[in-house]
């Protein structure tokens, strides 16, 4: 019980949006996430970072594309410059 409140043993149906890093660990790619704004929480499992889709709301769809974009950049590669040779 929570409060007075019965746990039920089923599942609750959802949509997870699982994330593997590209550089980093899944606790990482978490920690980054969460320090970010919009602040996006969800659960590391294996290796991979699952996002909980029940508890985002369609007007906040746009703000978590953002918001992953804004890691996905973060942890690509610098390009490189370009090495001048002395003639």
């Known amino acids: 019980h929570v409060r007075g409140v019965a746990l039920s043993n089923e599942a609750i149906p959802t949509v997870h949006l699982v994330l593997t890093p590209l550089a980093g ?23 991979k970072l699952l996002l909980d889709l029940r508890s985002v709301q369609p007007r906040d769809d746009a703000q978590l594309v953002i918001a992953l974009e804004a890691q996905r950049r973060a942890a690509e590669p610098a390009p490189e410059s370009p090495q001048l040779t002395p003639a």
């Open 25 to 47: 660990d899944a606790q990482g790619l978490a920690a980054a996430l969460r320090g970010g704004t919009p602040a996006v929480v969800g659960e590391v499992d294996e290796g």
